[in-house]
Structures are given as C-alpha cells and as structure tokens.
Nanobody, 127 residues
Framework: QVQLVESGGGLVQAGGSLRLSCATS????????MGWFRQAPGKEREFVAS????????HYTDSVKGRFTISRDNPKNTIYLQMSSLKPEDTAVYYC????????????????????WGQGTQVTVSS
C-alpha cells in the first residue's frame, strides 16, 4: 500500500520560508517522478513543481520559479519543497503526489496523471 505523508506546513509572514517534506512508503520510491501541487480555497488544484526519479530534472510553475526548490532523497524515500520569499498568494494546502507508473515529462504538471496523494499540509502566508 502506497502512502505519502506531508509535513512542514504552518503560518509564516510574507517573505519568510518553509520547508515541506513528503515521506513515502509502500513502493520503490526512486523509480518514479514526484510532484507537489497546491489548492487554495475556491480554486482548482494546481501544479507547483516536479522532480524526476533521479532528481536530475525539475520543473516549476512560473509563479514559484526562483523562490521554490524541489529535491528528493531517494535512500530516505522523501521529497522536499523548500519555499522562500513566500507571498500571501502562496497560501494553500500543499500535496505531494506520485504516479502509479511511468509518465511522460510533458504530463508532469497534470494532476490527473498522479494516482497517489498525501493528505496535504496547510501553508498560510500572512501579509
């Protein structure tokens, strides 16, 4: 049984930083791309960042480029999202996600390609 568990969310002032973690279990973690998504109240879930199985390739949505960094530690079966220069518009529930099989790089930002999701962690950025 695949499990994803996020942690590290919280309340932070604008300009501050947080690091989210996502611990995985139940499968060969290092074989698959992983993604971070977020959902703000009243909005659809949106792509934030993805990282290839080796960690060598990353993708980011434009609004977080230069501020967020995704990384992974395969021996620890964990991925991270380092968030800096946070803005109030970053406020959302953040989810990590994994596909059940190989997916093409051009689909990394599509939440429909991910079958496994964590429970989410709330990030609130105050102005």
């Amino acid at each position: 049984q695949v499990q994803l568990v996020e942690s590290g969310g919280g309340l932070v002032q604008a300009g501050g930083s947080l690091r989210l973690s996502c611990a995985t279990s139940g499968r060969t973690f290092s074989s698959y791309v992983m993604g971070w998504f977020r959902q703000a109240p009243g909005k659809e879930r949106e792509f934030v960042a993805s990282i290839s199985s080796s960690g060598g390739t990353t993708h980011y949505t434009d609004s977080v480029k230069g501020r967020f960094t995704i990384s992974r530690d395969n021996p620890k079966n964990t991925i991270y999202l380092q968030m800096s220069s946070l803005k109030p518009e970053d406020t959302a529930v953040y989810y990590c996600a994994a596909p059940s099989t190989w997916i093409a790089a051009r689909t990394y930002s599509d939440p429909r390609k991910y079958e496994y999701w964590g429970q989410g962690t709330q990030v609130t950025v105050s102005s």
